[in-house]
């Protein structure tokens, strides 16, 4: 591809996705709608997904940063309900969207019916973290719906290969398909397992935040790499090695933390909002060369594949719920709870993304019925985002799901902080009793007072709050130490302009700043 259409679309898409943010639609949403109407506009070249790029180049850093700040604890307290739908719903759905696609569409054999369901079967990372994330959704919700497509990725790529085997005749049976899904997930967990510890280490020995950051963006192609070499699960590979290092990531130097956070916070923006608006873009690529399937026929047989993609969620999601507390007294004992309205919203927040559309693109030529397959996935992939996208907000709202408790979850914060800082009071005490460590008065005051500050600061949040601004003191203290800051970032300009200091020494005054500003605005988010 040359230069200035790649940046064109990584702009295009930054700004689209920066208008979301000002609007109530969830970004991925604008996205492909922009990427639809794009596709058509006269001089806008042809973007057409490679799987050779999307898979190694794409995926990898978008599963990191999902993994990274996913819990990992919080994983693993819902490890039942996100291996029945990472593995079991991904496999039923293979078999159950394939079967249907086999039913209705003539001529169409069952082995390239079950590779379509394969295709269709996992719900996207992105989509659901993005979704998830602008609706507010209960905790324990979005705890599932994004272990699940950390997961899902692996075993629908896993399940794609082994009915491709059968489409194309070489498949080496069940036993074979059995054995190839367990090398393929032991073999990515394992080489997960053997690279997170060494990756750790030396994320932890390395000092200089600029080399700490290459390693960081170094690591989810690492991982993923090194598992596809040895024919095992890229995705379970970086997935491992992530939810380590980001359940780990307190023992790295402040300084690559902070620079790490921003520096994937703007690859996370970029690549999700390119994704997006690809998908969006491959519908004059998918429309060319239906041939049979033109027309009527081949849009019933999109709704009616979009249909079962949805219809199949249901059947398992509500079994898979309910089944084993009725079976089992110790399930019921060590998990909450739930009514009906639970299992809907992770039914209807199935959004299939792009993995899905390069899994499609990754079909070879000679797979009969090829380009049925690519425009079905479209179709699917579509139809998902924006019906179940855009009624997924009002649905939430009419079933009245239980909202977090930000007064209980402030509450929690102030009571660990008080915790946190009498542990450290009493340490600069026993700090101060050593010689070593004497201090003029004036400075031990200071210390003592920075800790009053960031004790007080999350229990102001509960207080009352200013008639006038609405806001709480604590907001206000935040608000007027920005201001003078800023005064000061004024005098330091105004004193390079008159060749006071030079720019070197401005460049230092002004990072002393920025790292003050950094500070509080870490504490207002």
Same mark, same amino acid.
């Given at each position: ?83 029945? @739908? ?30 379509? !369901? ?39 790529? *896993? ?68 598992? #596809? ?59 060319? !060369?239906?041939? #049979? ?6 849009? !019933? ?75 079905? *996935?479209? *179709? ?68 003592? *007072? ?11 949040? @509960? ?63």
């Amino acid at each position: 591809m040359e230069v200035l259409p790649l940046v064109a679309l990584v702009a295009g898409s930054a700004a689209v996705a920066g208008a979301a943010r000002r609007t109530p639609v969830p970004a991925p949403l604008l996205l492909v709608a922009a990427g639809l109407l794009a596709g058509y506009l006269p001089g806008v070249p042809s973007y057409t997904l490679d799987p050779h790029i999307v898979l190694p180049l794409l995926l990898p850093p978008l599963l990191h940063t999902a993994a990274v700040d996913s819990s990992y604890l919080d994983l693993r307290a819902n490890i039942r309900p996100i291996a029945l @739908l990472s593995v079991g719903y991904v496999l039923f759905a293979t078999l159950a969207v394939g079967y249907a696609a086999y039913l209705v569409v003539p001529g169409l054999s069952l082995p390239v019916a079950l590779v379509l !369901g394969a295709v269709v079967a996992p719900p996207d990372a992105v989509a659901a973290t993005a979704i998830a994330r602008k609706l507010g959704l209960p905790n324990r919700i979005t705890t599932i719906l994004q272990g699940e497509s950390l997961v899902n990725d692996a075993t629908a790529i *896993t399940a794609y290969k082994v009915a491709l085997a059968a489409a194309v005749g070489v498949s080496a049976g069940w036993a074979g398909g059995i054995a190839e899904f367990l090398l393929a997930s032991v073999g990515g967990i394992g080489v997960g397992l053997l690279l997170m510890v060494p990756i750790h280490q030396l994320r932890k020995r390395l000092k200089e935040p600029l080399l700490q950051n290459t390693l960081s963006l170094l690591i989810p192609f690492v991982a993923y790499a090194a598992a #596809e070499r040895l024919h095992a699960s890229g995705v379970l590979a970086v997935v491992v090695v992530a939810l380590y290092l980001g359940h780990r990531n307190w023992q790295v130097d402040f300084a690559t933390r902070l620079q790490e956070e921003a520096v994937w916070k703007v690859v996370a923006f970029v690549l999700e909002s390119v994704v997006f608006a690809l998908i969006g873009l491959q519908l004059p690529v998918v429309l060319k !060369g239906l041939g #049979e399937y033109e027309g009527a026929a081949a849009a !019933g047989y999109a709704v009616l594949v979009f249909l079962a993609v949805v219809a199949s969620r249901f059947l398992w999601v509500f079994p898979a719920t309910f089944m084993p507390r009725w079976m089992s007294e110790r399930i019921r004992t060590r998990e909450p709870d739930t009514d009906w309205k639970a299992p809907v919203v992770v039914g209807w927040a199935g959004m299939r993304g792009v993995v899905s559309l390069a899994i499609a693109f990754s079909v070879p030529m000679s797979v009969p019925h090829r380009n049925l397959i690519l425009f079905l *996935t479209f *179709t699917t992939v579509i139809g998902t985002l924006v019906v179940q996208g855009l009624t997924l907000p009002p649905l939430i709202k009419v079933l009245r799901l239980p909202a977090r408790d930000l007064q209980a979850e402030t509450l929690a914060e102030a009571q660990a902080q008080s915790e946190a800082s009498r542990a450290a009071d009493e340490r600069l005490t026993e700090l101060l009793q050593s010689p070593e460590n004497q201090l003029p008065p004036p400075l031990a005051d200071r210390l003592r *007072t920075v800790l009053e500050r960031r004790r007080n600061a999350v229990w102001e949040r @509960l207080g009352e709050v200013n008639p006038v601004t609405g806001e709480s003191a604590d907001e206000i203290y935040r608000r007027l130490a920005r201001e003078m800051i800023e005064a000061e970032r004024e005098v330091f300009v105004s004193l390079r302009d008159r060749r006071r200091i030079d720019d070197e020494m401005l460049r230092g005054l002004l990072r002393r700043l920025d790292l003050e500003e950094a500070a509080a605005y870490r504490e207002e988010t």
